[in-house]
């Protein structure tokens, strides 16, 4: 099993800053990848960011520019700095850890509780 605590998460009025943390613990299954995903309400999860063991990134064209995924393997920990945070980015922020076939992230069945982020106008 692989336990995952995201935060961070919090109330931001448009043009702020969040860096949200994900702390993985549990079991020893190694995944080459994480990933954030965040859910607004009444929408499907959708991927963020991606990175894998070797620290290559990818990023969907909504946050570009503004979001930055980062890793710290000695503290097990995936970070989000999102910058520049617009209302349209408020949701439930998640971390997964999964696998990088090509440009396609496969994520696996292990989930946290999620951080909330609300940015209003």
């Known amino acids: 099993q692989v336990q995952l605590v995201e935060s961070g998460g919090g109330s931001v009025q448009a043009g702020g800053s969040l860096t949200l943390s994900c702390a993985a613990s549990g079991s020893r299954i190694i995944f080459d990848a994480m990933a954030w995903y965040r859910q607004a309400p009444g929408e499907q999860r959708e991927l963020i960011a991606t990175i894998t063991s070797g620290s290559h990134t990818t990023y969907k064209d909504f946050v570009k520019g503004r979001f930055t995924i980062s890793r710290e393997d000695a503290k097990n920990t995936v970070y989000l700095q999102m910058n520049n945070l617009k209302p349209e980015d408020t949701a439930v922020y998640y971390c997964?850890?999964?696998?990088?076939?090509?440009?396609?992230?496969?994520?696996?069945?292990?989930w946290g509780q999620g951080t909330q982020v609300t940015v209003s106008s």
């Open positions: 997964n850890p999964g696998t990088m076939k090509g440009v396609y992230f496969y994520s696996s069945s292990y």
